[in-house]
Nanobody, 124 residues
């Protein structure tokens, strides 16, 4: 069974940085497309970034392009989201998600497994 556990969420001031981690169980992590999503209060869950199984390809939603970097360590079954120049509008619960069958993309429905989320709060 696949389990995803996020960590690293915190409260920071605008302009600050955070690094989120997502550690996965499962021996085939290296073959999964992984993604970060986020959900702000009263809003729908939205795609943030996706990374290919080898880590060689990544995509970002426009609002975080140039500020966030997604990466992964397939030896330690961990994905990261480095966030710089955080803005108030980045405040949300951040979720990691795993696509184990190869659909990928930026739709939440493509991902079968989800973590419990980690809260990021940015004060202006």
């Amino acid at each position: 069974q696949v389990q995803l556990v996020e960590s690293g969420g915190d409260s920071v001031q605008a302009g600050g940085s955070l690094r989120l981690s997502c550690t996965a169980s499962g021996r085939t992590f290296r073959s999964w497309t992984m993604a970060w999503f986020r959900q702000a209060p009263g809003k729908e869950r939205e795609y943030v970034a996706v990374i290919s199984p080898t880590g060689g390809i990544s995509y970002y939603t426009d609002s975080v392009e140039g500020r966030f970097t997604v990466s992964r360590d397939n030896v330690h079954n961990t994905m990261y989201l480095q966030m710089h120049n955080l803005k108030f509008e980045d405040t949300a619960v951040y979720y990691c998600a795993a696509d184990t069958v190869g659909v990928g993309g930026n739709h939440a429905s493509s991902y079968e497994y989800w973590g419990q989320g980690t809260q990021v709060t940015v004060s202006s």
